[in-house]
Nanobody, 119 residues
Framework: VQLVESGGGLVQAGGSLRLSCGASGRTSADSAMPSLGWFRQTPGKEREFVAA???????IYGDSVQGRFTVSRDSAKSTMYLEMNSLKPEDTAVYYCNFLLGDSPIGPWGQGTQVTVSS
């Protein structure tokens, strides 16, 4: 199963974007979706945790996005989403999704999707 991120783009501060993380190679006959997380990274900095949704639907957020971002999933489409509102220039980064085991990402990193927020 491979994860592919999409939905990034350029938006003004205060705007919104919705990112998608699609799981290719997974069929509806598979077991329930595992825990998945969103991370982001800017040049010269370590990858930062953004949000996660666990196998049983519990959501977790990083402090910097709490109250502005919402993570959700559609198991029928094998897709996880990240709804980002009230975007700030400091949200500018490449956003990645990954499988989680506990708090740790465990799969290979994909290409990510670039989000740029202009002031």
């Amino acid at each position: 199963v491979q994860l592919v991120e999409s939905g990034g783009g350029l938006v003004q501060a205060g705007g919104s974007l919705r990112l998608s993380c699609g799981a290719s190679g997974r069929t509806s006959a598979d077991s329930a979706m595992p825990s998945l997380g969103w991370f982001r990274q800017t040049p010269g900095k370590e990858r930062e945790f953004v949000a996660a949704i666990t196998w049983n639907g519990r959501t977790i957020y990083g402090d910097s996005v709490q109250g502005r971002f919402t993570v959700s999933r559609d198991s029928a489409k094998s897709t996880m989403y990240l709804e980002m509102n009230s975007l700030k220039p400091e949200d500018t980064a490449v956003y990645y999704c990954n499988f989680l085991l506990g708090d740790s990402p465990i799969g290979p990193w994909g290409q990510g999707t670039q989000v740029t927020v202009s002031s």
